[in-house]
């Protein structure tokens, strides 16, 4: 389906409206998006938005995996949770409270800053302060 004004060149094809292409594609070069409003770039499946990239926020940027990364650079009140095959929250950072579960999400206020659900070991290091497993807690 494509609707609206179609040029297509020796070096450029040129879509004004909306274009839906159902099939596979390959290209080489740049892709650039050009709108009079804020141009966005989405990439999607069936079941919605996969990834989003648009300069209507801070989301636009590049990714390198080569590199350091920050997220949540503005410090907004936003979650940072990473799976593992059998644990959905094995590294859980919570924006709103500024702490980190490892385990686990159950990060409440109050508590210390790093909380860990299940067994911890420390090899060829030192630990500070003594561990008290009555309370579990490290103090």
């Avoid at 020796?10 to 879509?15: G, L, P, R, V």
């Avoid at 648009?54 to 936003?78: E, H, K, L, P």
């Avoid at 990473?82 to 929250?89: G, L, P, V, Y």
């Amino acid at each position: 389906m494509a609707k609206g004004t179609l040029n297509v060149g020796a070096d450029q094809m040129q879509i004004t409206e909306q274009a839906d292409v159902q099939a596979d594609t390959a290209a080489q070069g740049q892709l650039w998006v050009n709108t009079a409003s804020v141009p966005e770039l989405y990439f999607t499946g069936d079941t919605g938005t996969d990834i989003q990239i648009t300069t209507a926020t801070a989301v636009a940027g590049a990714f390198d995996t080569d590199a350091a990364q920050t997220f949540n650079d503005s410090g907004a009140d936003v979650d940072f949770r990473i799976e593992s095959n059998n644990e959905a929250n094995m590294f859980f950072v919570d924006g709103g409270t500024d702490k980190v579960g490892i385990g686990t999400n159950a990060v409440a206020a109050g508590q210390g800053t790093l909380t860990v659900y299940g067994r911890m070991q420390v090899t060829r290091g030192s630990a500070f302060g003594t561990l008290t497993t009555s309370a579990w807690a490290m103090e």
